[in-house]
């Protein structure tokens, strides 16, 4: 089972760019697909982005389709996201998860490991 470590958040205006990284620890990290989700205050825990073990696949919400990117190095174990064109209302904790599924699942209970989450914070 791997243990993922979320980085790279921070305080940014709209408009505004941060990129994410999700860095995983073992041996198995290309056995799984790798997710994003983001919690805001209040709100449930809702799904961002996921790529397939190989990144052959990728799946958006439709709320980040065009604006944010999700890639893979499996040779480095690390998952990215490429935020760009921020909104206030991206504002959340983001977490990764890792699933061991051949797919792109976008529901939180494929996901069995997550990491401890990074603060985003998009000023308006």
């Known amino acids: 089972q791997v243990q993922l470590v979320e980085s790279g958040g921070g305080l940014v205006q709209a408009g505004g760019s941060l990129r994410l990284s999700c860095a995983a620890s073992g041996r198995t990290f290309s056995l799984y697909a790798m997710g994003w989700f983001r919690q805001a205050p209040g709100k449930e825990r809702e799904f961002v982005a996921v790529?397939?073990?190989?990144?052959?696949?990728?799946y958006y919400a439709d709320s980040v389709k065009g604006r944010f990117a999700i890639s893979r190095d499996n040779a480095k174990n690390t998952v990215y996201l490429q935020m760009n064109t921020l909104k206030p209302e991206d504002t959340a904790v983001y977490y990764c998860?890792?699933?061991?599924?051949?797919?792109?699942?976008?529901?939180?209970?494929?996901?069995?490991?997550w990491g401890q989450g990074t603060q985003v914070t998009v000023s308006s």
């Open positions: 790529i397939s073990r190989i990144a052959t696949s990728t």
């Open positions: 998860a890792a699933a061991l599924d051949a797919g792109t699942p976008s529901r939180t209970y494929s996901y069995n490991t």
